[in-house]
């Protein structure tokens, strides 16, 4: 297990920008090995399943977004102390939800995670 610690969330306006961290440990490891290949968010909505947004290979820095995410928001990680950000622009109510950051989340496929952060609230209100 990873441990993963989210901030950033609260409450913005629709059309806002909001932007979410999550601090993970050094992906290092021995050799080609690593204690994780990718780092990302997904979200849960009230009464929905959860669904990725967005992930980041640590390898490569190769970004993949989910429909709901693409062409807003944009996932960045600094190397430097091991954090992944989303920046999310044009927000509006059904991006409202609990954002939860993730390794392993190249298939944004919730049964394929390793280690899950404990969430970090999104509202989107007026």
């Known amino acids: 297990q990873v441990q993963l610690v989210e901030s950033g969330g609260g409450l913005v306006q629709p059309g806002g920008s909001l932007r979410l961290s999550c601090a993970a440990p050094?992906?290092?490891?021995?050799?080609?090995?690593?204690?994780?290949?990718?780092l990302g968010w997904f979200r849960q909505a009230p009464g929905k399943e959860r669904e990725g947004v967005a992930c980041l290979s640590v390898r490569d820095e190769k970004a993949s977004y989910t429909a709901s995410a693409e062409g807003r928001f944009t996932i960045s990680r600094d190397r430097m102390n091991s954090t992944v950000y989303l920046l999310m622009d044009a927000l509006t109510p059904e991006d409202q939800a609990a954002y939860y950051c993730?390794?392993?989340?190249?298939?944004?496929?919730?049964?394929?995670?390793?280690?899950w952060g404990q969430g970090t609230q999104v509202i989107v209100s007026s």
């Open positions: 993730a390794t392993d989340c190249e298939m944004f496929d919730v049964g394929l995670v390793g280690s």
């Open positions: 050094s992906p290092a490891r021995s050799g080609l090995i690593l204690l994780y290949d990718t």
